[in-house]
């Protein structure tokens, strides 16, 4: 499946504007698609669509703001930039404490306008990577007998091959094949990045309970 190409979604109610910005980002090889109103970007809105948001503050019917309110409310990542000709301080503060990615003030310079389109470009992809990066991981633990997920929980703990081996009453050969399954199953190349994988899925034990496995692991004739 090929990757989908980023658009800039254009939405401001004079089309004069819309025209503007389309011509100055068209010339820089961005895709841009004009919209003329907050509702009927959500009726095209697709989620799994990169891109960004260009969008004005006071349009007819639902408002710039009232717009981005409805995005939060679905989840969804699309950087948003508003563009205000007219629009004050509070209303900047507002849209930028519920997430906005930029607020610019017309009229905005063709050099401006690239560099926060682009720069909200490659916030979004970031995103999008960071969030196909945690689904392929999930997919990974999901995989996990449930036998695993009891070893792995243990391992996560900083508990040692012996250890668990005496809580799960297995030998330790059992436990350490139980490891090497868990380690291909979850592609993970040490046990730091296994530990760093499971807090990313918020699957790692509070630090007081390892740093309490950790001590009694430390304790005279204990084996790592």
Do not use: W
């Not at 930028?96 to 979004?124: N, T």
């Amino acid at each position: 499946m090929s990757e989908r190409v980023p658009i800039v979604y254009i939405v401001d109610d004079d089309e004069v504007t819309r025209s503007y910005f389309d011509a100055v980002l068209s010339t820089a090889n961005v895709r841009c698609c004009r919209v003329e109103s907050a509702s009927s970007f959500l009726e095209m809105y697709d989620p799994d669509q990169p891109g960004c948001l260009l969008l004005d503050v006071q349009m007819p019917g639902m408002t710039g703001p009232e717009l981005q309110h409805e995005l939060n409310l679905r989840g969804a990542i699309i950087p948003v930039i508003f563009i205000s000709s007219h629009a004050g301080v509070p209303t900047a503060v507002e849209a930028m404490l519920h997430g906005a990615f930029d607020f610019l003030q017309k009229p905005v310079s063709h050099e401006v306008l690239l560099v926060r389109v682009r720069d909200a470009l490659d916030y979004d992809a970031g995103n999008r990577a960071a969030l196909r990066q945690h689904d392929q991981m999930s997919t990974r633990f999901v995989a996990l007998t449930a036998r695993e997920r009891d070893v792995l929980a243990l391992l996560i703990a900083g508990h040692s091959n012996k250890v668990m081996a005496s809580e799960m009453g297995l030998s330790e050969r059992t436990v350490e094949v139980y490891r090497a399954r868990i380690m291909k199953k979850t592609a993970s190349r040490s046990l730091a990045q296994l530990v760093r994988m499971a807090m990313e899925m918020q699957l790692m034990p509070s630090s007081p309970q390892r740093a309490k496995a950790t001590r009694a692991n430390r304790q005279p004739g204990r084996r790592p």
